[in-house]
């Protein structure tokens, strides 16, 4: 026994956040203590409002405290364009790209060996989403794994016949990567998504 | 723009831990809205209250929300042993070994262009719990740095007048260790006190 039970308490609430252990957890505690506790509060009080007011946005289903987020509030975007994906962070990491369409925000991908069928991620919002929008395509960013490419299969088979063009993000070598470090399937893409070169 | 405001306070916030960058908060603040609200109201309660009601032991200047802390309220210790530390993850470190001693918890190092003099680390509280307790040995744990010996030292010219055995804790080559990544600074602590083997 070494720490008081607040001191205790503390560590062990801290080792739900991810990548975060034991020991890990001991650092950020004493240093919030020995250093900042200000920011200590603010943080417990950033973490209350957070995940009491949190909610999901109305129209594309992101993660958002108001009824609908920043991007489905925003007139300026470009109501053509649907980017759907598998999480609120892919949102963010499509966003980084500069695209600015509208999005659609599944709840993971379809796993039916553990029940999840297209209700439980959110198929039927998502078709609800198409007929009320104008969409002319449809873009499926989900993840480049087995269950997001079967995902994507799966709702472009729905999509396609309601008029829409259906695309997929490519797939291929990573940039800034070695061609020796990419696995043979990335590769294969890489080879027969190939693009002619004109000067 | 991406995230809605609360979220992107929650990111703001968990930043103040040690290692957390953008990324990381990131990933922290959506892992908990998506899977884990109540462990995120959970440690925002153990924050708040970690905050605020944990200070310092009365006797060794740990954290604690007691006036004396676990180690210091616990009887059964050994009364004639004071280990002296330079903060308290120094108390857990030194506990983990086995340890049954009293601690004293300096604040840090002496740093005289810093203006930390022997005032700002605590030295009178030490002299004091010298006095009112009955110790035979001090050791003196601080950090192995320039920093930490100069302290140990100046502590030891105070403390050894007054009676006591002082000691300093072992330098050499640590456990696990491969000996050719050692440094040489380390590698000559562990010739010149090396020990004859017995058998």
């Known amino acids: 026994m070494s720490f008081s039970p607040l001191i ?5 609430a801290l080792r739900i956040l991810p990548g975060v252990g034991q020991k890990t957890a001991q650092r950020m505690s004493l240093q919030m203590l020995e250093r900042d506790r200000s ?3 603010r943080l417990a009080q950033a973490l209350t409002r957070a995940m009491e007011e949190v909610g ?13 987020c920043p991007q489905c509030a ?8 649907l980017c759907i994906v598998q999480s609120p962070v892919d949102v963010f990491a499509v966003e980084q790209t500069g695209f ?30 198409v007929a009320d929008g104008n969409f ?3 873009i499926l960013a989900t993840n480049p794994t087995v269950e ?5 299969h799966y709702i472009a088979q729905l999509l396609i016949p309601k008029g829409l063009t259906l695309s997929r993000i ?25 693009k002619t070169i004109t000067l």
Chains 1, 2 share one sequence.
């Open 8 to 12: 205790r308490q503390l560590i062990d």
């Open 39 to 41: 920011g200590g509060l």
């Open 56 to 68: 999901y946005c109305r129209q594309c289903r992101t993660l958002s405290e108001e009824e609908l």
């Open 74 to 81: 925003d007139p300026r975007r470009d109501d053509s364009l």
């Open 100 to 129: 600015r369409g509208r999005y659609f925000v599944l709840k993971g991908h379809l796993s039916p060996l553990d029940g999840l069928g297209p209700e439980a991620i959110g198929i039927p919002e998502l078709l609800g989403r």
């Open 136 to 138: 002319s395509e449809a």
């Open 148 to 152: 997001g490419e079967a995902t994507a």
């Open 170 to 194: 490519a797939h291929g070598v990573p940039l800034g990567g070695e061609l020796d470090l990419v696995d043979g399937g990335t590769l294969a893409h890489a080879l027969a998504g190939r």
